[in-house]
């Protein structure tokens, strides 16, 4: 019983440094995304964020 522990807990610590890698590129994803729906919408990333201004 004491052996299933030890391994199951081995197995997790080895898991963990795996999926925290994982976590960068959700979060890069969701930076990205937000991004993209920014532009959409006419903004664009300069010192200030600012409208763009239509051309018409």
Known sequence: MKIVRIIR??????????LSGCWY???GGAGVYGG?????KGY?????IA?????K
Do not use: G, I, R
């Open 25 to 27: 590129l959700v979060a």
């Open 44 to 48: 664009t990333l300069h010192n200030p």
């Open 51 to 55: 409208k763009e201004k239509s051309s």
């Open 36 to 40: 993209y729906k920014m532009k959409e």
């Open 9 to 18: 807990l081995a197995v997790v610590l080895a898991v963990l440094p795996a």
